[in-house]
């Protein structure tokens, strides 16, 4: 099993640049809350990054553009975590869901609820 979590955004210097400077002009209409969540405006959060490397299973990040070139047939609202088991990449935690965590502590618990077969 691995996780994969996909970010509304595209990859890329540019866009990175584009992302840090919208979520610090206009955060209220800054579309990616995986983003939001588990960055500060330049950075990973230390909190986060300590959680996915204790998590002991294989975790991916991917950008939209990524995304939709790996599973071009695969139409799902972004952001997302993703379960990935023999098949393919199943949501775990979808865009409403991501949408209503307002914390790291959040996020944690939603992917400890419904991401795993076995608990953390």
Not at 7 to 21: P, Q, R, T
Not at 55 to 84: K, M, N, S, T
Request: aromatic content about 10%; glycine content about 8%; charged content about 25%.
């Amino acid at each position: 099993m691995k996780l994969l979590f996909v970010y509304n955004a595209d990859s890329g210097l540019f866009n990175s640049i584009a992302e840090a400077a919208h979520k610090i002009v206009s955060p209220q209409t800054y579309r990616c809350d995986l983003c939001r969540i588990t960055y500060g405006w330049f950075r990973e959060r230390a909190d986060w990054r300590g959680f996915i490397d204790g998590l002991g299973i294989e975790c991916e990040f991917l950008h939209r553009d990524q995304f939709r070139a790996r599973y071009p047939g695969l139409e799902i609202a972004l952001p997302a975590v993703l379960r990935v088991d023999a098949g393919p990449p199943e949501p775990c935690i979808d865009a409403a869901a991501l949408a209503a965590c307002v914390d790291i502590q959040g996020l944690i618990g939603q992917i400890q609820r419904h991401c795993r077969a076995e608990p953390i």
